[in-house]
């Protein structure tokens, strides 16, 4: 029963996402997720239906949880035209990147590099899941223009 509710759960976001007219997506540059993202809350699913919301503080940090694991370690970047997370120590760290469309009220996050859905998101305002108060705070060393694959144009914040 599980499994039917994540699978009818990222049939309806991939749905939503496709049955929008295209007229209605407009791609925000890296500028405008900054001024978006900062500050507030991005809470949404994955096409796999799971959960994630996470708290972009200003400092670079990134609070909250993505499919139900809680963020140690989370930081955030924005790129000209992306938005950028990284997980995890400089030797293991894991960087994914996306860009931002706006269509209607909902934000569709898609890999930078393949163009493919990867989340439905909606943005709230502050921190109202009280994410930030929820583990030890961590500071952000500003690395990810090292992450494997060598994009040295994901420079530090």
């Given at each position: 029963?599980?499994?039917?509710?994540?699978?009818?759960?990222?049939?309806?976001?991939?749905?939503?996402?496709?049955?929008?007219?295209?007229?209605?997506?407009?791609?925000?540059?890296?500028?405008?997720?900054?001024?978006?993202?900062?500050?507030?809350?991005?809470?949404?699913?994955?096409?796999?239906?799971?959960?994630?919301?996470?708290?972009?503080?200003?400092?670079?940090?990134?609070?909250?949880?993505?499919?139900?694991?809680?963020?140690?370690?989370?930081?955030?970047?924005?790129?000209?035209?992306?938005?950028?997370?990284?997980?995890?120590?400089?030797a293991t760290r894991r960087t994914y990147c996306f860009t931002v469309e706006l269509s209607g009220k909902l934000y569709?996050?898609?890999?930078?590099?393949?163009?493919?859905?990867?989340?439905?998101?909606?943005?709230?305002?502050?921190?109202?899941?009280?994410?930030?108060?929820?583990?030890?705070?961590?500071?952000?060393?500003?690395?990810?223009?090292?992450?494997?694959?060598?994009?040295?144009?994901?420079?530090?914040?």
């Open positions: 029963m599980k499994r039917l509710g994540r699978s009818l759960a990222a049939a309806l976001i991939l749905q939503a996402g496709l049955a929008l007219p295209a007229a209605a997506v407009e791609r925000l540059s890296g500028e405008a997720i900054r001024r978006l993202f900062e500050g507030n809350t991005v809470s949404g699913r994955y096409n796999n239906g799971r959960p994630f919301s996470e708290f972009h503080h200003k400092d670079g940090r990134a609070t909250g949880h993505n499919r139900h694991v809680l963020n140690r370690d989370a930081c955030w970047i924005t790129t000209p035209e992306a938005v950028c997370y990284y997980y995890g120590p400089h569709v996050l898609r890999t930078l590099r393949e163009g493919r859905i990867n989340g439905i998101a909606t943005i709230e305002p502050g921190d109202p899941h009280r994410h930030a108060g929820r583990i030890e705070p961590w500071n952000c060393d500003g690395l990810i223009s090292r992450w494997p694959g060598g994009q040295t144009r994901l420079a530090g914040r």
